[in-house]
């Protein structure tokens, strides 16, 4: 009965399965969540999210689903005080509705109708399958005298809804498809040695060996384990100047700090594309540079390689020889990109600028074709994607 | 059987859906949360609010999956070989239980309570799968298989030092404790420290969370530190009026190293101070 919103959270990249689906209506039958919505929201929660990550969107996908039931249910059983029914349809009702109450036997004939009303309502909701309830009339409405279609349980607050908990989206902080901030590097670090630590081969493991021979009486029995080597090499080119500058820090102490879990860990500056040219010190950019020659016949094809940049520029300092903004290209930063991609055909792209607003800025979009479609977004998963590229 | 909290510990309606869906369903529940958050000891309130043992299994990262099991202590064996002592026949001497056969053979079921299970090598959740969601596994060395009679309760908790696999999370309920806010941290505050002033309580905890809004903080002060800092402030008789006063000379509060832990936490606040001074020597122009 809830395959709908089954289908919303996948359809919100939520990793649900037929199992937790089928899992969450046990729960349901075995009375988990007694009759009320918030317990229901918690159940379902606790039942399909494995991830904090997902919180937020759960949020989201449980709020456009449940939209307008939370009201139904709760306003029909609440308690309501007769001045306050009053007072609400003197405030909504014109002067030729309280004429015709007058005549259907008076207003108080009317609010013990409704009394009453309400009391049936309360009973049969007790009975069960409250939030599925198809009775989606407010006690006002089904008088039909209430030209606004004020709704009793929209407007009663004494207790504290669920559909409040939710639009609160608290766990939002908690997505990983926010950018990089202080409180996330440290997650970061973890994926980037994560990165570090893979492609092991097995090695002889001799503690585990002594300890299984003695187990095996005294037969030899060799135990293998997986290597755990930093055996990553990586070259990284920062795009350094103007709006990068924030990025940049960000990104070298990011680096810098997952140093020790890299083999070799080289840095080279550049400024909006690739040239012929690159710096190590930013301060001397213009006296000390690198041939750009000399870095891809220094460094070995094994090394990965990753371009950190917004990729934001003119399409022609990309596509045209002189195209740069610094000084005379002779070769257009195409040729250097393709080249230095032909070297290294590990290599990937990370944008600090969000995935959404790629599409309105024409040189990402050439960039992304020059890399092949690997660019990233600099966010954890971003990265994750990222090491992921790079492993393969 | 419902859990409902304890007098010792303030759970959170969402924690207790949790908890309950668990309980009902015999299927473990998976707990996350900021470190001091409450959630180990989540588990030693369960077991005492049900009235069952609890049986803790602390994962450390050389922890293998079997050892929950058993073990198979074959060393003493070959010695008792050697000696001639006549147990050496009997294999079912040599098997040493593990927490999950313990937690399996116990009678009330129990809560078992699996600490920190990213602690562990990455394939630790995988080997535990069936054992967990079956409640049964096989000894090679005696051929038999351990079944539960009564499905204990499990709650593992996690720091989130590692992915858990997917196969695990589907077998799971899942709750994140989130930090508490300020209402439901007074109601902590009272459970631990009934008859505590309350003007105390309110200067503290304002404190306390301009403390966690600090950015570049390495280590955000938690429950468990704030209940170690309030009982210190008790026990040195601080009044509200002393917290209260807000001079900037003095930002960093009293006690803190209860709540910083970190040096370079205390720095940072000591340059806020500073800072703090200075702003007040030199007016802005």
């Not at chain 1, 015709?100 to 009394?115: C, H, R, V």
């Not at chain 1, 002189?322 to 393709?338: L, T």
């Not at chain 2, 450390?60 to 099991?69: E, I, N, P, R, V």
Request: glycine share 6%; with cysteine.
């Amino acid at each position: 009965m809830f395959i709908n919103f089954f289908y919303e959270l996948k359809n919100a990249k939520i990793p649900v399965t037929l199992k937790e689906y089928l899992t969450l209506l046990e729960a349901l039958k075995a009375g988990v969540a007694s009759y009320s919505v918030d317990d229901f929201y918690y159940l379902s929660r606790a039942t399909l999210v494995k991830d904090e990550r997902n919180l937020d969107k759960f949020d989201r996908v449980f709020g456009t689903v449940f939209k307008g039931l939370e009201s139904v249910a709760e306003g029909a059983t609440a308690e309501i005080p007769e001045e306050w029914l009053k007072k609400l349809a003197e405030k909504t009702l014109t002067d030729e509705e309280k004429a015709l109450i007058e005549s259907l036997g008076g207003f108080d004939k009317l609010m013990e109708t409704l009394k009453k009303r309400l009391e049936e309502q309360k009973e049969r909701h007790q009975g069960g399958n409250k939030w599925i309830g198809t009775a989606g009339t407010s006690p006002f409405g089904a008088y039909g005298y209430n030209p606004e279609g004020v709704r009793i349980g929209q407007k009663e607050s004494r207790n504290k809804r669920a559909v409040k908990v939710w639009d609160k989206r608290e766990f939002q902080n908690l997505d990983d498809q926010l950018e990089l901030g202080t409180r996330n590097i440290k997650v970061a670090l973890r994926r980037l040695r994560k990165f570090a630590r893979e492609g092991a081969e097995v090695e002889l493991d001799m503690p585990n060996t002594i300890r299984s021979t003695a187990n095996n009486a005294g037969w030899l029995d060799l135990k293998m384990r997986p290597e755990r080597r930093n055996k990553v090499k990586i070259l990284i080119f920062f795009d350094i100047g103007g709006s990068m500058d924030s990025y940049i820090k960000m990104c070298e102490e990011l680096f810098s700090a997952a140093r020790s879990e890299f083999k070799h860990l080289e840095y080279f500056y550049f400024h909006n594309c690739l040239y012929e040219k690159v710096w190590k010190d930013n301060k001397r950019r213009h006296n000390d540079t690198i041939p750009t020659w000399q870095v891809l016949h220094t460094y070995a094809h094994d090394y990965k390689v990753i371009f950190v940049g917004d990729a934001s520029m003119s399409p022609y300092e990309i596509t045209y020889p002189g195209g740069s903004v610094e000084h005379w290209n002779e070769e257009s930063g195409e040729a250097w990109m393709r080249r230095t991609l032909d070297v290294y055909p590990h290599a990937i792209w990370l944008n600090p600028i969000p995935q959404k607003h790629w599409d309105h800025t024409s040189s990402i979009g050439v960039m992304r074709q020059l890399m092949e479609g690997r660019m990233f977004p600099l966010t954890l998963s971003g990265l994750d994607a990222a090491a992921r590229e790079l492993n393969r | 059987m419902k859990f409902t909290g304890t007098e010792s510990y303030v759970a959170t309606d969402d924690l207790k859906v949790a908890v309950n869906a668990a309980i009902t369903l015999k299927r473990p529940l998976l707990i996350k949360g900021e470190p001091g958050t409450g959630k180990t000891v989540l588990a030693q309130e369960v077991a005492e609010a049900l009235g069952r043992d609890l049986i803790q299994w602390h994962i450390k990262s050389t922890t293998k999956a079997q050892q929950g099991l058993y073990e198979y202590d074959a060393v003493s064996r070959l010695r008792d070989s050697q000696l001639g002592d006549d147990r050496v026949h009997d294999i079912g001497n040599y098997i040493v239980k593990g927490k999950l056969w313990e937690a399996f053979s116990a009678s009330p079921a129990p809560i078992l309570l699996i600490d920190e299970i990213d602690k562990a090598d990455i394939e630790f959740p995988n080997d535990l799968l069936q054992e967990l969601d079956r409640m049964e596994f096989y000894v090679y060395e005696t051929r038999e298989t351990i079944k539960a009679a009564e499905r204990p309760i499990v709650i593992i908790t996690s720091n989130n030092e590692k992915e858990l696999p997917d196969a695990f999370l589907r077998r799971c309920f899942f709750h994140y404790i989130k930090f508490p806010d300020p209402d439901t941290m007074r109601q902590i505050v009272d459970v631990h420290y009934p008859g505590i002033q309350h003007d105390l309580v309110r200067e503290a905890l304002t404190i306390f969370y301009d403390i966690r809004e600090v950015p570049g903080l390495k280590k955000k002060p938690s429950t468990s530190e704030l209940l170690d800092w309030l009982k210190l402030l008790m026990s040195e008789s601080f009044t509200p009026e002393q917290l209260r006063e807000r001079d900037p000379k003095k930002l960093i509060p009293p006690m803190h190293g209860a709540l910083l832990k970190n040096e370079q936490d205390v720095h940072l606040f000591e340059r806020l101070a500073f800072l703090a001074r200075r702003a007040d020597r030199q007016p802005p122009q």
